[in-house]
């Protein structure tokens, strides 16, 4: 029987006659192509992983952003409340109400209507409560407060309570400024709370004075019902947007996402009310939802940081390289243990093959002597030492 015909299979279906380096390279194609559909099953993992987590982190901020301009709304509606629930509010009144306020609101004002012919004495009745030399004040072109031209009406702030180190802008008239006069005109207009578009706070540091001023109109009780008249006064709630959505947040460099939020009022191009100090590392991942305050929406675009996409990197490259290098191992295992069995194996063959020719010739030789043997008859053949 031929000894090829009995020969096992490398590894159960390679024949032996194959080359080593065939082996090897075959073994090497198989172990890189499990490594990839494995590198490629961790991957989706990983990115729904990752979506999932980028989703919760933002689900999280827009609850916190929604609760907080919530939470303002509510605040300035109880102090409108406590305005047109009492007869007179007095400067101590104002300031013990709103003093446990100030928590993410960098102040609380009330300003008061005063016509044109009242503004006299209306600056005498002030400067007799005890704030000597107030006036009815408004901004120059340098930003300073100066003496506010003759107008026929006026909303002078009367009371605010500020986190400010800069005091309070006591005095100013709200009227004389457009932006502001637009929000007191569209909470006369509705009758309810109005919020400002974004502009830059009066009398507040300059790291905290791009935000909005949030007004409530104030009627008086005895206001005869069904009257269209104007309000007594307003309620204001100075929001410094850095201020409200940075409080308990991480630093800059540790947030894991990037925040920014347009005002939607305009029709034309929407106005960054707020963008995160961090920038918006390169990603898919991004969240957009609509947030509502007082009269205004607002879209808040959330993106992860490159804070977060390095708290959140892949394993894909340490595994593709390790079953790399488990391939060429193996490969080179085979490739090894291969080419020793077939040089083996080729030794075997030769020593066969050389056992079969020394066999022939002692068949030879055999035949030859019992040729011998079989043609001597009656004839004896006595071997002797050298003695005899």
Do not use: C
């Not at 907080?68 to 409340?81: A, I, K, M, N």
């Not at 009815?136 to 340098?142: G, I, M, T």
């Not at 986190?163 to 006591?170: A, E, H, M, R, Y």
């Amino acid at each position: 029987m031929s000894l090829h015909a009995v020969r096992p299979k490398i590894l159960g279906f390679i024949s032996e006659d194959v080359s080593a380096w065939l082996v090897a390279l075959l073994v090497l194609f198989v172990g890189g192509i499990l490594t990839g559909l494995l590198a490629w099953s961790t991957l989706n993992l990983f990115h729904h992983q990752l979506r999932q987590r980028f989703q919760l982190l933002a689900s999280e901020r827009y609850s916190r952003i929604e609760e907080r301009f919530e939470d303002q709304e509510q605040r300035l509606d109880g102090l409108r409340r406590f305005f047109a629930n009492s007869d007179t509010v007095s400067r101590e009144e104002f300031n013990g109400y709103t003093q446990p306020l100030l928590h993410r609101t960098q102040a609380y004002s009330f300003a008061e209507r005063v016509t044109g012919d009242q503004r006299a004495s209306f600056e005498q009745r002030v400067r007799a409560e005890g704030l000597s030399g107030f006036t009815v004040r408004e901004l120059n072109a340098d930003g300073q407060l100066q003496l506010a031209a003759e107008r026929d009406e006026y909303v002078v702030v009367l009371y605010s309570q500020t986190q400010s180190k800069l005091g309070s802008p006591l005095g100013y008239d709200l009227l004389a400024q457009p932006l502001r006069r637009a929000t007191l005109e569209r909470a006369d207009q509705h009758g309810r709370m109005a919020v400002s578009q974004p502009m830059h706070l009066v009398s507040i540091e300059p790291a905290y004075a791009r935000g909005v001023l949030l007004v409530a109109p104030v009627m008086l009780r005895n206001s005869p019902e069904g009257a269209i008249s104007k309000p007594f006064g307003y309620v204001m709630a100075v929001i410094s947007m850095r201020q409200l959505l940075a409080d308990d947040l991480p630093e800059a460099g540790r947030d894991y996402l990037s925040v920014r939020i347009l005002d939607l009022s305009t029709d034309e191009q929407h106005e960054v009310l707020f963008e995160s100090p961090n920038a918006p590392a390169v990603s898919e991942l991004s969240a957009t939802r609509l947030l509502r305050l007082a009269d205004h929406d607002y879209q808040v675009d959330i993106q992860p940081s490159e804070t977060f996409l390095l708290a959140n990197h892949s394993s894909v490259t340490t595994m593709v390289v390790l079953g790399g290098l488990l391939s060429v191992l193996l490969s080179a295992l085979l490739y090894v243990l291969v080419s020793q069995r077939q040089r083996a194996l080729k030794m075997v063959e030769q020593r066969t093959e050389q056992l079969r020719a020394r066999e022939q010739e002692l068949r030879g030789t055999h035949g030859q002597l019992r040729g011998v043997l079989n043609a001597a008859t009656q004839v004896a053949i006595i071997a002797t030492d050298l003695r005899g």
